[in-house]
C-alpha cells in the first residue's frame, strides 16, 4: 500500500472517530434518566445521594422491601403498577412523585414557575426556603395533608400524604431534580432532605419500557378478537380444502395451436431475406426442412446428399434438376432463394399427401 492510501486510510479514521464522538456528545442521554448527563437528565441527583452518604439503587417496576424511599420524576404505572405501587407504600415506604399526570398524586391545581419561597413546615424540610421548580404544577390541597410551598389560593407545590404505614410525598414537576437546576438555590438541600440520610436505601425508578413487561402480543388481544380470528382462520382452511380438491375426472384442455413448421421455416427465411444473406436464408431453409423430409422418406439425418435427392426425385413430381436447386445448389440472388422455399414447400406437401410420382 503506498503511503498516499494510507494517510487517507489515517484521515478517514479521524473523520469517523471525531464524528462517532460529537454524535454520542450530542445524544447523553433520554431525559430524566438516571445515567443522562443532559441538562434534562438526573445523573446529578443521583450522584448528590451517594456524595451525601446515601445508597440509591436504578430499578424499574415497584421497589423491594428493603427499600426505604423512591424517586419517580416520570410516572408511566398502569392502574395495576400503581395499586401495586401505593402497596408498597402502605408497607412503609416513602414514596417521592415528581409527576402531575401520576394516578397516585392529588388533583392538579395552577401553574407555578421559577422560583418560589416559603418557609416548609414539614419534618426534615425546614431548612428548604426557596426552590427554583422551572415549570411546574401545584395541586389542590386535600384535607390532613402537610404542604409546602403553598399560596393564597389553598394549592402546594410539595404535598405529604400518609398512606398506610408509609406515605407520599407530591411535588408539582421534576424540574427540581435535573442536572439543570439541581444546583440552583435550596433544590440539592430538598432532594438530600427527600433521598439521603444515615442508613436510609432510596431507589430511582426509572419509567417501565414498552416491551419490558411479561405480557405477550396475543394477551394484549381481547378474547372476543381472538373468538374473531379463529374463526376466520377455520373458515379460511374450509375454503383451501374445497377449492383444492378435485372431483370427478380430470378435463381435457384445449391445447394451443402449433404453427407448422413450413410457416416458422419461411418466416427466418423472410427475416434473412430482408438481411439480404440469401445463401444463409437458404441454408436455415434447408436445414429444417432437412429434418421433416428425412422423417417423411424414412432417412436417418446424416444420409448422403446424393441419396437424400435421388429419394426425393423417385417419390415427388419433381425432376433431379429440381431437386438438386431446393436442396443443394449455390443461392446467390432472392429470386433463388423464393424458389427454393417454393421447392422445399412443394416436396413437403407432395410426401405428406402421399401423391404418385408424375414425370
Known amino acids: 500500500m503506498s503511503r498516499r492510501w494510507i494517510w487517507i486510510a489515517v484521515i478517514a479514521a479521524v473523520v469517523l472517530g471525531g464524528a462517532y464522538l460529537g454524535a454520542s456528545r450530542q445524544n447523553p442521554g433520554a431525559p430524566l434518566d438516571p445515567t443522562s448527563t443532559s441538562p434534562d437528565g438526573a445523573k446529578a441527583v443521583v450522584e448528590l445521594v451517594g456524595r451525601l452518604g446515601g445508597e440509591i439503587h436504578v430499578v424499574e417496576g415497584v421497589p423491594t422491601a428493603d427499600v ?3 424517586l419517580v420524576l416520570e410516572d408511566r404505572f398502569g392502574r395495576e403498577q400503581a395499586d401495586d405501587l401505593e402497596g408498597w407504600v402502605r408497607r412503609g ?3 417521592v412523585v415528581a409527576d402531575p399526570t401520576s394516578l397516585l398524586t392529588p388533583r392538579v ?7 418560589v419561597t416559603a418557609r416548609c413546615g414539614v419534618v426534615g424540610l425546614e431548612d428548604v426556603r426557596e426552590i427554583d421548580v422551572g415549570v411546574s404544577r401545584r395541586y389542590v390541597v386535600p384535607d390532613g395533608t402537610a404542604t409546602c410551598f403553598a399560596s393564597t389560593s389553598g394549592e402546594a407545590y410539595l404535598v405529604v400524604e400518609d398512606r398506610g404505614e408509609g406515605q407520599i410525598v407530591s411535588l408539582g414537576g421534576p424540574s427540581v431534580f435535573t442536572n439543570a437546576l439541581l444546583d440552583e438555590v435550596d433544590n440539592a438541600v430538598l432532594a438530600g432532605a427527600l433521598l439521603s440520610g444515615e442508613g436510609r436505601r432510596a431507589a430511582f425508578v426509572r419509567p417501565v419500557l414498552a416491551g419490558s413487561g411479561d405480557r405477550g402480543l396475543v394477551d394484549l388481544i381481547e378474547t372476543p378478537v381472538r373468538a374473531a380470528l379463529a374463526q376466520l382462520l377455520v373458515v379460511f382452511a374450509l375454503v383451501v380444502l374445497w377449492r383444492g380438491r378435485r372431483l370427478g375426472r380430470p378435463v381435457t384442455e384445449p391445447q394451443p395451436v402449433q404453427i407448422q413448421g413450413a410457416e416458422l421455416t419461411n418466416a427466418v427465411g423472410r427475416l434473412l431475406q430482408n438481411n439480404r444473406r440469401p445463401d444463409r436464408a437458404a441454408a436455415i431453409l434447408r436445414d ?4 421433416d423430409l428425412s422423417s417423411l422418406l424414412g432417412l436417418p439425418l446424416d444420409a448422403p446428399l446424393g441419396v437424400v435427392e435421388s429419394t426425393i426425385a423417385a417419390r415427388t413430381s419433381l425432376d433431379v434438376a429440381q431437386v438438386r436447386r431446393a436442396v443443394s445448389d449455390l443461392v446467390t440472388s432472392d429470386e433463388l432463394l423464393v424458389e427454393v422455399a417454393h421447392l422445399l414447400n412443394r416436396i413437403r406437401e407432395e410426401l405428406t399427401h402421399d401423391r404418385p410420382a408424375i414425370r
Open 93 to 95: 415506604g416513602t414514596l
Open 288 to 291: 429444417h426442412a432437412r429434418r
Open 68 to 70: 426505604d424511599v423512591a
Open 109 to 115: 391545581g395552577a401553574g407555578v414557575t421559577d422560583v
